[in-house]
C-alpha cells in the first residue's frame, strides 16, 4: 500500500521571472521583477516566439534543473529516469530527476538540483535507507521522520564533466557548467547537471524507489509505493546509453516494457540554446542516438518481438499516447 511520507504547504515556494540573454559563446539570466507563487508561475508558462536559437534576448517564467545521474553499480553504469504525470501537460514521461528553482536559490541552482535528488531518488538497501554527501556537504534527508536512514553508510554524489558553453547568473559564471536550454512550449530556462552516484560497499539488495510530490486539498502530498518504484534505469556502454530500459528492486535488474513509451523534452533535440518539443518517443529517441534494440529470440522464458512479458514492468503510459 502507497504511504505517505511527507505533506508540505506549496504556498511557501516562491521563484523569479528571468531575463535570459543569449549568443553563441553564452547563456546569462537573471532575476526580473517580483516573486511569484506556483500557480502565478504557471500562468506563465506558455509558448514563446524565439526565431534566432543561438542569439536572442527574452523574458521567461521560470529557472528549472535537471540532474542527469549517473548510477556505479557493479561495475557498470546507468542513467537514472524517472517517472512522471505531468497535471500542467497532461502526459506521462520518463524524466530526469528535476525541479523548479527557489527565489533564494537562483544563484546556486545546483543547491536545488541536490535537494531534488534527495527528494525523487530514495535508496534502500537491506540494513536502511541511504543519506547521501555531495563532497563535504550531506544532502537534506526529507523524510527522515518517516524512514529510517543508515548512520554508518551514506551514498557520494560528485560532478561529472560539464558544458562547453558557460551559463552566468548575473556577472556569475556557475562553474559546475550545467547544459543550458530554452524549453520554448513553456517559456522556461533549464540547467542540467551532470553528476554521479556512487554506492558504498556494503549496499545490499538495494532497490530505487522515486518519490513525487501530488497536490491534494491544498497540500502537497508525498507518497511511497514498493509496488511502483517508478525510477528506472538505462545502461550504459562505454559512456553512451544503450537501447534497453531497468528497474532494480533488491539486487535484481527487472526489464522495463518500453511499447508506448515518451521521454520528456530534456531528451529531444536541441537546436542552439532551444528545445521546442514538449516530449519524445522512446523509439524516436533511440533513432536520434543511433541506437537499436537488442533482438530477442521466441521461445520459452523469451519474448516476441512487440510482446509485452508477464515479469516485465509496466509503466502505464497510456496516458501518454
Given at each position: 500500500?502507497?504511504?505517505?511520507?511527507?505533506?508540505?504547504?506549496?504556498?511557501?515556494f516562491k521563484t523569479l521571472p528571468l531575463y535570459v540573454e543569449a549568443t553563441p559563446d553564452g547563456i546569462a539570466y537573471q532575476s526580473l521583477g517580483r516573486p511569484l507563487n506556483f500557480s502565478e508561475m504557471l500562468e506563465r508558462r506558455k509558448p514563446v516566439e524565439l526565431h534566432d536559437s543561438q542569439r536572442f534576448a527574452v523574458e521567461l517564467a521560470n529557472l528549472g534543473v535537471s540532474v542527469r545521474l549517473t548510477l556505479n553499480w557493479q561495475g557498470r553504469?546507468?542513467?537514472?529516469?524517472?517517472?512522471?504525470?505531468?497535471?500542467?501537460?497532461?502526459?506521462?514521461?520518463?524524466?530526469?530527476?528535476?525541479?523548479?528553482?527557489?527565489?533564494?536559490?537562483?544563484?546556486?541552482?545546483?543547491?536545488?538540483?541536490?535537494?531534488?535528488?534527495?527528494?525523487?531518488?530514495?535508496?534502500?538497501?537491506?540494513?536502511?535507507?541511504?543519506?547521501?554527501?555531495?563532497?563535504?556537504?550531506?544532502?537534506?534527508?526529507?523524510?527522515?521522520?518517516?524512514?529510517?536512514?543508515?548512520?554508518?553508510?551514506?551514498?557520494?554524489?560528485?560532478?561529472?564533466?560539464?558544458?562547453?558553453?558557460?551559463?552566468?547568473?548575473?556577472?556569475?559564471?556557475?562553474?559546475?557548467?550545467?547544459?543550458?536550454?530554452?524549453?520554448?512550449?513553456?517559456?522556461?530556462?533549464?540547467?542540467?547537471?551532470?553528476?554521479?552516484?556512487?554506492?558504498?560497499?556494503?549496499?545490499?539488495?538495494?532497490?530505487?524507489?522515486?518519490?513525487?510530490?501530488?497536490?491534494?486539498?491544498?497540500?502537497?502530498?508525498?507518497?511511497?509505493?514498493?509496488?511502483?518504484?517508478?525510477?528506472?534505469?538505462?545502461?550504459?556502454?562505454?559512456?553512451?546509453?544503450?537501447?534497453?530500459?531497468?528497474?532494480?528492486?533488491?539486487?535484481?535488474?527487472?526489464?522495463?516494457?518500453?511499447?508506448?513509451?515518451?521521454?520528456?523534452?530534456?531528451?529531444?533535440?536541441?537546436?542552439?540554446?532551444?528545445?521546442?518539443?514538449?516530449?519524445?518517443?522512446?523509439?524516436?529517441?533511440?533513432?536520434?542516438?543511433?541506437?537499436?534494440?537488442?533482438?530477442?529470440?521466441?521461445?520459452?522464458?523469451?519474448?516476441?518481438?512487440?510482446?509485452?512479458?508477464?515479469?516485465?514492468?509496466?509503466?502505464?503510459?497510456?496516458?501518454?499516447?
Amino acid at each position: 500500500m502507497p504511504r505517505i511520507i511527507s505533506r508540505k504547504d506549496p504556498a511557501t515556494f516562491k521563484t523569479l521571472p528571468l531575463y535570459v540573454e543569449a549568443t553563441p559563446d553564452g547563456i546569462a539570466y537573471q532575476s526580473l521583477g517580483r516573486p511569484l507563487n506556483f500557480s502565478e508561475m504557471l500562468e506563465r508558462r506558455k509558448p514563446v516566439e524565439l526565431h534566432d536559437s543561438q542569439r536572442f534576448a527574452v523574458e521567461l517564467a521560470n529557472l528549472g534543473v535537471s540532474v542527469r545521474l549517473t548510477l556505479n553499480w557493479q561495475g557498470r553504469e546507468y542513467w537514472v529516469l524517472v517517472r512522471q504525470r505531468r497535471q500542467d501537460r497532461g502526459d506521462v514521461v520518463l524524466k530526469l530527476i528535476s525541479g523548479y528553482v527557489p527565489a533564494h536559490e537562483l544563484n546556486l541552482p545546483l543547491l536545488t538540483a541536490l535537494q531534488e535528488v534527495a527528494e525523487e531518488c530514495l535508496l534502500e538497501t537491506s540494513e536502511g535507507w541511504l543519506y547521501g554527501r555531495f563532497g563535504d556537504t550531506w544532502l537534506p534527508a526529507p523524510y527522515e521522520g518517516s524512514l529510517k536512514y543508515r548512520e554508518n553508510a551514506h551514498f557520494r554524489l560528485s560532478p561529472l564533466s560539464g558544458a562547453a558553453r558557460p551559463v552566468q547568473c548575473g556577472n556569475l559564471t556557475l562553474l559546475e557548467r550545467p547544459r543550458a536550454y530554452v524549453h520554448v512550449p513553456t517559456a522556461s530556462l533549464q540547467l542540467v547537471y551532470d553528476l554521479r552516484l556512487d554506492l558504498p560497499k556494503d549496499a545490499k539488495q538495494l532497490s530505487l524507489l522515486h518519490v513525487d510530490e501530488h497536490l491534494e486539498n491544498g497540500k502537497l502530498i508525498a507518497r511511497l509505493d514498493h509496488a511502483r518504484p517508478d525510477l528506472y534505469l538505462i545502461p550504459l556502454e562505454q559512456g553512451r546509453p544503450t537501447a534497453e530500459l531497468l528497474t532494480l528492486r533488491q539486487g535484481q535488474l527487472v526489464p522495463a516494457a518500453t511499447r508506448g513509451l515518451w521521454l520528456a523534452e530534456s531528451f529531444a533535440a536541441q537546436e542552439g540554446w532551444l528545445v521546442r518539443d514538449e516530449r519524445i518517443r522512446w523509439r524516436d529517441w533511440l533513432t536520434l542516438q543511433n541506437l537499436t534494440p537488442k533482438a530477442q529470440k521466441a521461445g520459452p522464458g523469451t519474448v516476441r518481438a512487440g510482446a509485452t512479458p508477464a515479469p516485465r514492468v509496466r509503466l502505464d503510459t497510456a496516458a501518454a499516447v
